[in-house]
């Protein structure tokens, strides 16, 4: 910036600024500040217990989205058993370091996860508005217990939470139906072997 700055000095036709005096009249600058203006609204939303008002609205959508988020479309009940391989292989958009700076990934590096550690448990992709998925979730979950994860693709996370006293997750946005070509459910993804370098999806017929 400095370099800029000398050498614009020094170009022919640019000298540097001169005071050239006040020309004109001048007015204060009258503008209110910005910080006062919202602390002024903000006191009289309090006073007229319209900021409460708003707090309670806003609580009572979060609970009634917890209780049912909206539902990812295009899916549905599987009509039959089927087995298919998924390869969990991404391609990275950017470097991935180590905690002190070294590179272990460059970017658009192709990465099986697998090849680092085994997948976890397994995921259980289901509707929890339909009573038979519902069954066969409870089933599968008393088969393989913590390592299940129930994941709702509709339905109501929360009351199955209180119903199993256990954690039920919901594909937010249908992150997990399009990362793993979801359109069956229930959906079970495991790794059978821990030596497999792909998942195997079973679409169960509930």
Not at 52 to 81: D, I, N
Not at 120 to 147: F, H, I, M
Not at 150 to 168: F, N, Q, T
Request: aromatic share 8%; glycine share 8%.
């Amino acid at each position: 910036m400095r370099r800029l700055i000398v050498l614009l000095l020094l170009l022919p036709g640019v000298s540097p600024a001169h005071d050239l005096g006040v020309f004109g009249k001048t007015y204060p600058i009258a503008e209110p500040d910005f910080l006062v203006e919202v602390q002024a609204i903000a006191m009289q939303k309090v006073a007229s217990g319209e900021w409460k008002r708003l707090g309670v609205e806003a609580q009572e959508r979060g609970k009634r989205y917890f209780e049912h988020p909206p539902a990812v479309t295009g899916l549905h009940p599987a009509r039959k058993g089927r087995a298919r391989r998924f390869d969990p292989s991404i391609t990275l958009s950017e470097d991935i370091r180590d905690a002190d700076g070294r590179l272990l990934f460059a970017a658009g590096t192709t990465v099986n996860p697998a090849d680092i550690a085994p997948f976890p448990g397994a995921l259980l992709y289901l509707s929890g508005d339909d009573k038979r998925q519902v069954a066969l979730a409870e089933k599968l979950v008393k088969q393989k217990g913590d390592a299940l994860k129930v994941i709702l693709v509709d339905g109501s996370p929360a009351e199955l939470m209180r119903k199993w006293e256990r954690p039920v997750y919901f594909d937010q946005a249908g992150a997990g139906v399009r990362r793993f070509g979801l359109d069956t459910v229930p959906a079970l993804i495991t790794q059978k072997n821990p030596t497999d370098r792909f998942l195997t999806i079973e679409e169960i017929k509930p």
